[in-house]
């Protein structure tokens, strides 16, 4: 009887292309090597990255550590085509959260994982990782790329960040927010990257098409326009701690919104009262609003409705605070105040302007 030898497997017939990863990592080389700053200047391509704290400037830092992701907006990316700057919003996601602790962003890395490695996808998304690391001011030191058929649908892809960063010890954020302290916001550049599970409903609902003009935005398809990239905070915020010494507290604002976010910078027998009819509104939301029947509670829970980083400065201290903003062309709304009363952590007055 005749033995019949059945045809080998290899890792590529199980969908693994070794070779498809090796062309990305060659691609982004470059990418990587545009993020180098004082402290990190290797290539990418060993086990681990290294960040040397003494050249960066620091005496005795407290290191400070956030991961995060871009939820579901990144389907709108696969499912658009569009990949060039779903990177900037994974790096905003973790680096805003740093200084908010008044901390430097040093290092970045990243995960990304799919069902099919394309090189030139990947490449565009790393090409906007590096782009958000530029922005911040911080190196882009390694990351790990994952394919992994079986896992993720074709060109599903999904996204982690990890960023590290530094503040000198002694001026860690928040510190000695005060009755009478004022609250600031800075505006957000849109949606930024949470509350998109509620966004792709309401464009599913609204029966559109990525590739159709955004009924919210001139110029722009829909795609285009939900998009937009997450505001990075972290350079005008650092400079603002140097030419300034009145703020307090800072809260990204992202999933929970202004009413989750806030409370958490607040000691609690403290508490905010908002103005919201002190924010301008983005068209977005207001699209999203009326186009899902959206309540403004449920809104305000979801979306940062326009202010992407709330500040709590000292009231002494505001009119230099304000000067600054001013002088670097910047939006900065008054909010309302902290008062005494930590019960109802935040308590809102007016409504949005809808």
């Not at 407290?62 to 579901?72: H, K, S, Y």
């Not at 930024?192 to 792709?200: A, K, P, T």
């Not at 207001?286 to 709590?312: K, Y």
């Amino acid at each position: 009887m005749t033995r019949v030898e059945k045809p080998g497997l290899t890792y590529a017939d199980s969908g693994v292309d070794i070779d498809a990863g090796n062309a990305m990592v060659e691609r982004i080389k470059p990418l990587v090597r545009a993020t180098r700053r004082p402290g990190a200047d290797a290539e990418i391509g060993g086990f681990g990255g290294l960040f040397d704290l003494k050249a960066a400037g620091f005496v005795d830092p407290i290191l400070v550590a956030a991961n995060d992701g871009v939820g579901t907006k990144v389907k709108i990316a696969v499912e658009s085509g569009r990949h060039e700057t779903i990177g900037i919003d994974l790096v905003a996601m973790c680096v805003n959260d740093l200084v908010v602790q008044g901390a430097e962003p040093l290092f970045f890395l990243d995960y990304y994982a799919t069902g099919k490695l394309d090189p030139s996808e990947g490449a565009a998304i790393v090409a906007g990782i590096a782009d958000g690391c530029r922005q911040a001011g911080c190196a882009l030191i390694g990351g790990e790329t994952a394919e992994m058929p079986g896992v993720y649908r074709a060109r599903d892809y999904d996204l982690a960040g990890f960023a590290v960063g530094a503040v000198e010890r002694g001026k860690l954020l928040p510190q000695s927010v005060e009755p009478g302290d004022i609250v600031y916001g800075l505006a957000s550049s849109g949606v930024h990257s949470n509350g998109f599970s509620l966004v792709r409903r309401i464009v599913e609902a609204a029966n559109l098409g990525w590739d159709e003009p955004a009924p919210f935005s001139s110029g722009q398809n829909l795609a285009e326009a939900l998009l937009t990239p997450t505001t990075i905070y972290v350079k005008l915020l650092l400079a603002a701690f140097k030419a300034t010494s009145g703020i307090r507290a800072l809260a990204h604002i992202t999933g929970g919104g202004l009413p989750e976010n806030l409370p958490r910078v607040l000691p609690k027998h403290l508490s905010a009262v908002i103005d919201l009819a002190a924010i301008t509104v983005p068209p977005v939301f207001r699209w999203l609003a009326h186009a899902g029947n959206v309540p403004s509670e449920d809104l305000l829970r979801t979306f940062n409705c326009g202010i992407g980083m709330a500040l709590v400065v000292a009231k002494a201290e505001a009119e230099d605070v304000e000067r600054f903003f001013i002088g670097r062309d910047q939006s900065l709304v008054r909010l309302g105040e902290i008062e005494p009363g930590g019960s109802t952590r935040i308590t809102f007055h007016g409504a949005l302007a809808l």
